[in-house]
């Protein structure tokens, strides 16, 4: 990044560092929205109500780039001391879905919508993933062929 770049994001409040971070991740330019990111979270005081919404986005960036352990990581750290904003257990959920870790996405959405039940993108991510049934023999896993051959089957049966 030139000299220049740095200087305009460093005249840059947190909030519009952190909206252009999310323009440029948005815009799949995950290297060129680190450096707004980090400006966010440097300008941004701990017990700020946005702080770890900026870490985590951050840390989904990095694992965007890439980079899964220490991106999951942040994502987790920010999750861990948040109890007031939901879109911070979006952005874990989505995390986690990166990582193919459905039930620890599941439980971050639960987490968001307990904070507020009517986020429409928590409801949307949850509706995606959708609620699965519970094995046809319990006592095997849900893994096992049984279970998802019979599960197939059912399926189709009560779905035409």
Known sequence: MHMEALIMINLLSAEDAFAQAVRLYNKHEFGTSIPYFLHAIRKTPKGDPFANE?????????????NQDEGFNKCIIAAESEL????VYLI????????????MALKALSQGLAID???RKLQNL?????IRRNPIFGFLSR??????????????????
């Open 84 to 87: 007031s904003n939901p879109d």
């Open 117 to 119: 039940p009517q986020h």
């Open 143 to 160: 893994n096992n062929f049984l279970n998802v051959l019979l599960g197939k089957l059912s399926y189709k049966t009560m779905h035409g």
């Open 54 to 66: 900026y870490i985590g986005f951050y840390g989904l960036c990095l694992m965007r780039l890439g």
């Open 92 to 103: 874990l959920a989505r995390a986690a879905i990166l990582l193919s870790r459905r039930k």
């Open 126 to 130: 949850r509706k995606q993933l959708g």
